[in-house]
């Protein structure tokens, strides 16, 4: 059986909705190319392993992060409280300038120079370990390098192409 066609007539609209049902949290990955800050919003971050500790996200190729991201090798989430919905709205939208983007929110410095977002309720740094073929996105997997809970608040959530909370 020839498995290159397995999916091949499922409507994308259908899919989005389906996967869409699977409600996960939401993050901000953020890496540095000299003095230039990338941020990009995700719902794909997931722990990956403990022995070693491993995380990834998945980026799409034609976008500026992924580029950075895999320039740069290495990147930290910012995982977002319900509070922050808006910097996850920005984030999110494509082709926005770079310059100051992240100014209206407090962030510090990690200790690879990526920006963390003071609001997170987490707050991790990693370094690519390995990149992933993943369709129109990369897979980017990461060893764990800090770890931080800023807060305790409720987490930001997505599901079915509308934010919540807990």
């Known amino acids: ?3 290159g066609s397995l999916g091949q ?18 993050a901000i ?22 022995e070693p500790l491993l995380v ?24 977002l409280p319900a509070g922050m919905e808006d910097a996850s ?3 999110a939208h494509r082709g926005r300038p770079l310059d100051g983007q992240l100014t209206p929110w407090p962030h510090r410095r990690g200790e690879s120079g990526v920006a963390l977002f003071e609001g997170a309720i987490a707050t991790l740094e990693a370094a690519t370990s390995a990149v992933h073929d993943g369709g129109d996105h990369s897979i980017i997997v ?12 409720p987490p930001l959530l997505y599901h079915n192409g509308r934010y919540g909370s807990l």
Request: proline share 1%; glycine share 8%.
């Open 89 to 91: 709205r920005f984030f």
């Open 56 to 79: 990834l996200f998945c980026a799409e190729k034609v976008s500026r992060f992924h580029a950075a991201v895999l320039q740069a090798g290495v990147w930290g989430v910012s995982v």
């Open 29 to 50: 990955v953020t890496t540095r190319v000299g003095d230039v800050d990338h941020a990009m919003t995700v719902n794909s971050f997931t722990s990956v392993s403990l």
């Open 9 to 26: 007539h499922i409507d994308r609209q259908k899919y989005r909705k389906v996967v869409g049902r699977f409600a996960t949290g939401v």
């Open 1 to 3: 059986m020839h498995h």
């Open 142 to 153: 990461g060893g764990v390098r800090s770890l931080h809970t800023p807060s305790n608040a």
